[in-house]
């Protein structure tokens, strides 16, 4: 099992520039969350989703939309980046019935 | 909206020593978690509580969670370099996770 797997790993953009940043599990949990964490803080909920099909906002949505059409597959798109969206970002997936999420590396994001 | 407050924030201590961190939440917790975070990665969970009053063990690692289920503690044993990272308390509960800010631990050699 590769786990959950994020790319890229490190993403330059400049101002107003949209991009996808994917992230894909192998483990076929029906949770999976997208947090950003920024520096000395803990992570924020952006969305999350808890089926194919089924995604809902998190504490921090505005600026990126999320879409879940197979179980596998979770991306997190960003639609005019922005300064604020400066960050690292992780993918997250939990089986039902399960507490333990299960963290991607992280893809660490600067906007210009 | 569900505050989780760590405490403290940054705590830099002696190899060999003790320690404790507390977690903190403005409401009951769902479940709790306690993570760990080193640098240039995600967190990796190290114990789930669900129980007020619950006392976990993990090696030197003790985890309580208090009675009314509001607040959590991590005491760490005779602490090692290798305990050195970012400790995370998290409230799951359905699809959704709230994290606190954390505790950056550093245990010197």
């Known amino acids: 099992n590769a786990g959950v797997t994020q790319t890229p790993k490190f993403q330059v953009l400049k101002t107003g520039q949209s991009m996808t940043l994917q992230c894909a599990q192998d483990?076929?949990?029906?949770?999976m969350s997208w947090y950003r964490q920024d520096p000395g803080m803990g992570l924020r909920l952006i969305h999350y989703?808890?089926?194919?099909?089924?995604?809902d906002q998190g504490e921090v949505p505005n600026g990126y939309n999320v879409s879940r059409s197979t179980t596998e597959d979770f991306p997190l798109r960003l639609l005019s980046a922005a300064p604020s969206q400066t960050s690292v970002y992780f993918c997250a997936s939990r089986a039902t019935g399960r507490w333990e999420q299960y963290f991607g590396p992280g893809t660490r994001l600067t906007v210009t | 909206t569900q505050l989780l407050e760590q405490s403290p924030q940054f705590l830099s201590i002696q190899e060999g020593e003790n320690l404790t961190v507390y977690c903190n939440s403005s409401?009951?917790?769902?479940?709790l978690q306690w993570y760990r975070q080193e640098p240039g990665e995600g967190p990796v969970l190290l114990v789930t509580?669900?129980?007020?009053?619950e006392v976990k063990k993990l090696k030197r690692l003790t985890f309580q969670f208090g009675d009314a289920r509001k607040d959590s503690s991590l005491h760490i044993t005779a602490a090692q370099p290798g305990d050195t990272g970012l400790y995370l308390c998290a409230d799951t509960n359905a699809g959704k996770s709230t994290f606190g800010d954390g505790t950056t631990l550093t245990v010197k050699p």
């Open positions: 989703s808890v089926g194919a099909g089924i995604t």
């Open positions: 483990m076929n949990h029906e949770y």
């Open positions: 509580v669900v129980t007020g009053g």
């Open positions: 409401s009951v917790f769902s479940s």
